[in-house]
């Protein structure tokens, strides 16, 4: 069965939660922090999001942001995987970094 789409409102502001792969830290020190804060600038620039308000956590982060439609999934596709393939080199690691698909 395919999944739901999601619904998306021009305007509308975002709570948006992603979790780490098997509720494993995403962020093993502060230059893991900094490089997954570059990436999600990266994606406001490129999705034109208004980030008001975020909070990293060891094995989760929550930006909430502002969009127009059809733009919270590819500034997501973004920040999990850019932000995945960079985590990934620098700790020579392989695989999933964050669990599933995004909440918003």
């Known amino acids: 069965m395919p ?5 998306e409102y021009a305007g509308a502001i975002y709570h948006v939660v992603n979790r780490g792969d098997r509720r494993e830290d995403i962020f093993k020190d502060d230059l893991d922090r900094r490089q997954f804060l570059s990436t999600l600038q990266e994606a406001c620039q490129k999705a034109e999001w208004q980030v008001h308000a975020y909070c990293l956590m060891r094995q989760s982060f929550s930006p909430g942001d502002g969009n127009s439609p059809g733009q919270c999934c590819g500034g997501h596709e973004v920040v999990a995987g850019v932000y995945t ?20």
């Open 85 to 104: 393939k960079r985590f990934n080199i620098r700790h020579k690691f392989r695989g999933h970094v964050f669990a599933g698909r995004y909440k918003a």
């Open 3 to 7: 999944r739901k789409l999601r619904l």
